[in-house]
């Protein structure tokens, strides 16, 4: 029996409805995958943030004094200082507290190249100080599963120069990693290890072993902190008055106080 017009029209109603609604459906299941992976991705990225680059009292980039594997973002530059109380210093003879004043620049996106004049207090010589030219690079830049890997080397003096005795204080030359987590919306954690060695001849070295320590930062403006330096255990927070100012302060070995400040500006 052959269909009238308005029940064809009717199926063909039916028939539209049908798609429309399966569109619908389709629609809706793609956006709730979608939402998922946003979802999944702001998690990831939450959990994963880069390591913000902070200067230590030695002017390299650093927990408190030992190394970390940040360098200085390129175009910026740093200027500070830091008090090192004596015994803590590397100089032979009597023992002074020691003031450094420093000023490092970033250059290239993977590089940091410093300046430092460690000057003994109580002394009757004044002096500009023992100078150290450091360089610093990032051979690995972090990334949300791999840490970031960097290399460093103190006093370069104390390679072109190979005799025994010279007056290289601050040799360092190292291998460090170091990997940041956000576990909040306000708090952060930054560890780091690393390894050097003595192979440069000088009177004295810097992080020759093995020397690590972490961070933990609260809104990125205050950041407790913890190392162990290849020598000794020190302790100590840092504080971001502005974002370009930060304040050191540092217990070392348990019974003396250090403290620093630098700024950090874009050339």
């Known amino acids: 029996m052959p269909l009238r017009a308005n029940e064809l029209r009717f199926i ?3 028939l539209m409805r049908k798609q ?8 809706s ?4 995958k979608m939402s998922r992976f946003v979802f999944a991705v702001i998690l990831m990225l939450s959990a994963h943030r880069m390591g913000y ?16 594997a940040q360098v200085m973002p390129d175009g910026y530059a740093a200027l500070g200082f830091g008090f090192i109380p004596s015994p803590y210093t590397l100089y032979e003879g009597p023992e002074r507290d020691n003031l450094a004043y420093f000023a490092s620049i970033g250059f290239l996106p993977f590089l940091e190249i410093g300046i430092r004049a460690t000057l003994s207090l109580d ?10 030219l450091s360089v610093r690079a990032q051979l690995l830049k972090e990334s949300s599963h791999f840490p970031a890997i960097g290399a460093g080397l103190h006093d370069i003096a104390g390679l072109l120069d190979r005799a025994e005795g010279t007056n290289n204080y601050f040799t360092a030359l190292y291998l460090v990693a170091t990997k940041t987590r956000r576990l909040s919306e306000h708090f952060s954690l930054e560890a780091t290890l690393g390894y050097g060695v003595d192979w440069i001849p000088a009177p004295s070295h810097e992080f020759d072993d093995l020397f690590g320590g972490a961070s933990l930062g609260f809104r990125d403006m205050l950041f407790l902190k913890g190392e162990y330096d290849a020598r000794r255990f020190n302790a100590g927070l840092s504080v971001k008055l502005r974002e370009s100012i930060t304040v050191n302060l540092v217990l070392i ?3 003396k106080v250090a403290y620093g400040a630098n700024i950090r500006t874009r050339l």
């Open 12 to 14: 063909s109603i039916m």
């Open 20 to 27: 429309h609604l399966y569109r619908l459906d389709l629609l």
């Open 29 to 32: 299941w793609l956006m709730m």
């Open 53 to 68: 680059a902070q200067v230590g009292l030695g002017g390299f980039n650093a927990i408190m004094t030992a190394p970390t």
């Open 253 to 255: 070995d348990g019974n």
């Open 123 to 132: 002394t009757d010589h004044p002096s500009i100080g023992d100078r150290m």
